[in-house]
């Protein structure tokens, strides 16, 4: 690399501290070093405040104050946006409160290369009512996204990869491409029995046997690439390998994948769901960015939420009823008086922690008219998604996005700045090493962003009642959320937060 570019700087989302890192090849490890001023960004949740009161169960203050609101919605992602948006199109008057300094959950962005980067969710498929009144409500119209490619490794990135003629010429194989052929057969022609989400209260006896493990049913087509493949859409989109998912969900969310030759369309916004988040969220009339929930309660006339707000002081919000639209791992610890089955429930619904890597970039590091490519040969990042490919972006150079999903146990290095800071540059390393000399040194910046629960992972099991208990109504607070089928969509969050309002307003009267 030339001298010039020996240092880039890194801007670490998960904790808002800013690094140098070095960029070196002939195996010698990367260099970190912590820097002063620059550009820093916070882009996830606020941990620290959570984990002193829900997880080390500090003593919460006294009140400073005391709020009455209408309806309250704990949690300004996706599913807390729509409940909130659904409200004030009733005529109710919700207050969302949410712990991060910025609504949107997983569907953030950040400004780089002067245009927005989606750091989170990317892209949904299905247009449903629940977020055509997102998209309503921020005035937004989405763009198709355009198609994957897939890359095995060999110098050639592989588009259109499902289609007949393609898998010839790709598989030599005859037993590994026909077992990819019969797979992608199969989840076409599923048609009314592909499982259904919103997840069903009761799942009948063909639903409930889709809730096994994926991997035993992905081998049974005897394709050694069909695996390798799904592990790694598992791994990106599920939250964990094959093993650790089921088929449940592998079939619903896989089935739309396959691309335009199939006539299956993907929609995002031009910056990401991000966008379309903040938009939402600058429309609703009282939205508090910087509130930690610490605290809920209720009686037969009203439900409390004690949050702690950025100077540490308590503010007891008094509704009608609470949408609870934050992740329910968090509900046994929130929530004073949750029946015994339903905190068990909670706490058996499993959560991925994962982090995005956004590589700026003078030379494309990846096919610019290439959405997303599924990296088959990395040990770190599943894909690549290049956000200049999606029409109406505009960029100053070109941006590389690195998804990299991580073990539940290597939770804690996104809480560690200078562990997640090294773990980056780690990636990044290998990453570029299979990049020419001109791109390494092109590379201007990098942000990397981290988030320890922010996928739920449908695993074996939770669909059969699992998802359904922790999701119970408990008297004036309903739950909303992704996690309401153990499945991370956006189509499903914004769903699950139309259908708490809805109880929500049953609960809580006319609000007259």
């Not at 562990?419 to 990397?448: C, G």
């Amino acid at each position: 690399m030339s001298s010039r570019r020996d240092f880039i700087r890194l801007v670490v989302g998960a904790t808002g501290a800013s690094y140098a890192l070095g960029l070196v090849s002939c195996g010698r490890p990367p260099r970190v070093e912590q820097t002063s001023g620059g550009r820093v960004q916070t882009a996830t949740p606020q941990f620290r405040t959570a984990h002193r009161f829900l997880r080390d169960r500090h003593q919460i203050p006294v009140p400073d104050r005391t709020e009455d609101v209408d309806i309250l919605v704990v949690g300004g992602g996706v599913s807390g946006l729509a409940a909130a948006a659904w409200l004030e199109q009733e005529g109710r008057r919700p207050t969302v409160v949410e712990n991060d300094l910025q609504p949107g959950g997983a569907a953030q962005s950040t400004s780089l290369a002067g245009g927005l980067v989606p750091l989170g969710s990317v892209y949904f498929v299905d247009p449903t009512p629940e977020l055509r009144l997102l998209l309503d409500t921020a005035e937004i119209m989405p763009v198709g996204c355009p198609e994957d490619a897939f890359d095995f490794g060999h110098g050639t990135v592989v588009r259109d990869l499902w289609r007949d003629d393609v898998l010839r010429s790709v598989i030599a194989d005859d037993t590994d491409r026909v077992g990819m052929q019969r797979f992608r057969d199969d989840l076409l022609d599923l048609g009314d029995r592909l499982p259904p989400y919103p997840l069903p209260e009761a799942l009948e006896p063909w639903q409930a046997a889709l809730d096994r493990p994926a991997e035993p049913w992905v081998k049974s087509y005897g394709s050694a690439t069909l695996t390798s493949i799904l592990n790694a859409y598992s791994r990106s989109s599920l939250g964990a390998l094959l093993s650790g998912t089921n088929v449940y969900c592998l079939q619903n969310f896989y089935s739309s994948e396959f691309g335009s030759p199939y006539g299956q369309q993907r929609y995002t916004i031009p910056g990401g769901p991000g966008v379309l988040t903040a938009a939402v969220a600058a429309r609703l009339s009282d939205v508090r960015a910087g509130h930690v929930c610490v605290r809920m309660r209720q009686d037969v006339r009203t439900a409390e939420a004690d949050c702690v707000d950025q100077d540490g002081r308590v503010v007891r919000f008094r509704a009608r009823a609470i949408v609870m639209a934050g992740p329910k791992y968090q509900a046994p610890y929130l929530v004073e008086d949750l029946p015994a089955d339903q905190a068990q429930a909670c706490s058996m619904l499993a959560y991925a922690p994962y982090m995005t890597i956004h590589i700026v970039s003078d030379e494309p590091l990846t096919e610019p008219m290439i959405y997303d490519t599924w990296n088959l040969s990395s040990e770190s990042e599943t894909d690549v998604v290049n956000p200049g490919s999606v029409p109406g972006s505009d960029f100053n150079g070109h941006v590389s996005s690195l998804f990299v999903p991580m073990d539940r146990f290597a939770r804690g290095q996104l809480m560690h700045d200078e562990l997640f800071a090294r773990k980056v540059a780690d990636i990044i390393d290998q990453f570029l090493r299979t990049r020419t000399p001109q791109q390494r040194a092109s590379v201007r910046e990098v942000f990397a962003w981290g988030w320890g629960h922010g996928l739920v992972i449908p695993t074996p099991g939770s669909h059969s009642g699992i998802a359904q208990r922790a999701a119970r109504q408990h008297g004036r607070i309903v739950f909303a959320n992704a996690d309401c089928d153990a499945a991370p969509a956006m189509e499903g969050a914004a769903s699950h937060g139309v259908r708490a309002a809805g109880k929500a307003v049953l609960v809580g009267g006319d609000g007259g």
